[in-house]
């Protein structure tokens, strides 16, 4: 108990002492909220109204509003006559908000795919120093399911599990995160594009990032990576036409 108690003590100070803590909770109000939730698990109900006003030195209203606030984007849930519960933000919840708001901004398509090709590139060069040989194995596992199948949903299934596998090669967890939270995006842009049609290439392409990152060759895993999404490019310049 002790030693969990210490943990709980370090886990809050990382938090306040963290640089976006500083610079994103201005509102004191919802930093003291958030400092409490921090120790926290998914599932843990939060103290009444009453306990929390009082160890948080702000009013009711102040209080029922931040709640509202952490409500509204998937951090906390009210259940009548239960309580509140914290319910943790995760990846998918974020990204359902992108996606919303990548709609609202009129992204193009494009867009998408700049933005899935720098993660990935990150993702490579940061995989070639960290792989765990597990880590390599389950990015080979992808490609062998992608050498064997002639089905097009069994290659965009062997696809999506080669992109995941190489974010979590990476060891990096803002990419795994972003990786996670981008998975609608991520997912979205190969399901327009016709990757059946040229399944040598995609096998290929693939393969050479594998080999780049056994290799632990940053150039080469970014020179590959390049080499994969300008293929991308070709197939969607080729959809386009298509569709005139």
């Not at 306990?51 to 009548?80: A, F, H, P, W, Y």
């Not at 996606?99 to 090709?117: A, C, D, K, P, Y």
């Not at 990786?179 to 393969?207: K, P």
């Amino acid at each position: 108990m002790e030693e969990l108690g210490r943990q709980k003590l370090v886990s809050t100070e990382v938090l306040k002492n963290h640089q976006f803590y500083a610079s994103l909770f201005n509102d004191s109000a919802l930093g003291s909220l958030v400092g409490l939730l921090v120790d926290m698990q998914p599932g843990d109900r939060l103290p009444s109204e009453r306990e929390l006003t009082q160890q948080l030195s702000i009013s009711r209203n102040t209080l029922r509003d931040r709640i509202g606030k952490l409500e509204s984007i998937g951090v906390l849930t009210r259940k009548e006559r239960q309580g509140t519960f914290y319910s943790g933000l995760q990846a998918e919840q974020a990204g359902s908000v992108l996606i919303l708001g990548l709609m609202f901004h009129q992204m193009t398509f494009e867009s998408l795919i700049s933005v899935r090709h720098a993660l990935e590139r990150q993702a490579a060069i940061e995989a070639c120093r960290n792989a765990t040989p597990e880590a390599l194995g389950a990015i080979a596992a992808a490609i062998e399911s992608m050498q064997s199948t002639e089905d097009g949903h069994g290659l965009l299934v062997a696809d999506w599990a080669f992109h995941k596998a190489l974010f979590t090669a990476s060891a990096s967890p803002a990419l795994l995160f972003f990786s996670q939270m981008l998975h609608g995006v991520l997912q979205g842009t190969l399901r327009h594009l016709t990757l059946e049609r040229d399944f040598r290439t995609m096998r290929r392409v693939h393969a050479d990032v594998l080999r780049a990152v056994e290799a632990r060759d940053a150039e080469a895993a970014t020179v590959a990576i390049d080499a994969h999404f300008e293929w991308l490019r070709e197939l969607r310049e080729r959809e386009l036409a298509d569709e005139l």
